[in-house]
């Protein structure tokens, strides 16, 4: 689902109640939710549940950012056991030998985010 298929938006916070390159955990209906304020503005939603500690600690990783197909992208690692996922599609960069807790898939799963007059809105 793309953004622009996106029909039901939730407030999670404030966009200044996040810090750059700094996680926070918002519950979005069941899910809990990784929210994750760039740099450059952005705000980026990826599920709390890390899929191979089988932990709800995604938003406790660190920020960072990695060459994928000659594109950098803004990553997070897991403050687990350090898997290191793409923070815009969720796939997970390096499964750091390990796999995933009962069969679960090795990626995040995204949500569309937005910020309108500075509250952040979640989209599902």
Do not use: N
């Amino acid at each position: 689902m793309t953004a622009l298929e996106t029909s039901v938006w939730t407030t999670v916070c404030r966009v200044d109640d996040l810090a750059p390159e700094r996680g926070a955990a918002a519950l979005l209906g069941a899910d809990q939710v990784a929210l994750f304020r760039l740099l450059d503005g952005r705000v980026l939603a990826v599920q709390q549940h890390d899929p191979f500690s089988d932990a709800y600690v995604i938003s406790r990783g660190i920020v960072g950012s990695r060459s994928v197909d000659g594109v950098e992208v803004p990553t997070v690692a897991s403050p687990m056991y350090k898997q290191v996922f793409d923070l815009t599609t969720g796939r997970c960069l390096d499964v750091a030998g390990k796999t995933p807790a009962r069969g679960l898939p090795a990626d995040l799963r995204t949500w569309p985010v937005r910020v309108r007059d500075d509250l952040v809105e979640v989209g599902s």
